[in-house]
């Protein structure tokens, strides 16, 4: 493997660097299989339509992003979740004829997150909850 290596080292390259450096339309070693665009007056009705459907596909399949669709999608939902919440627990508006005031209980659970951080039962455990210090048993011998 080593012997090989250092024997493709020592080679000259097939071309030049200097040549294939730039790169242009005249010594581009990758030529075109077909002309683009293609000159429309040659081509018939239907081989114009059909180059026309295939651009307008490519050029929907490159203008996709699917990142940022789901980002926006994901912006909506929350910009409509928390214009409900707002609506819901803070407006006060009427409805129908009725005037909508939330409660203030309702508001003071949405402000502690329905319970779970208010501040008079920070510290109540759950029945079924462990004994935070179990006694210690003796330990056998």
Known sequence: MFPTFVR????SAKEPL???VPLTVANNPYKARKVWPPDFKELTHQQQLRFEKKYKRRITLASRSPRWEKGV???QLITIAAALVWLLFYSEFEWWGQKYKPSEELRK?????FGVLDPEK???RRKDAPEVNPSK???SK
Not at 109 to 113: E, P, Q
Request: aromatic share 10%.
């Open 109 to 113: 659970h949405a402000n502690n997150l």
């Open 73 to 75: 999608k994901y912006a």
């Open 137 to 139: 048993t003796p330990e």
């Open 18 to 20: 200097t040549k294939r």
């Open 122 to 124: 920070r510290y109540e």
């Open 8 to 11: 493709r080292l020592a080679q």
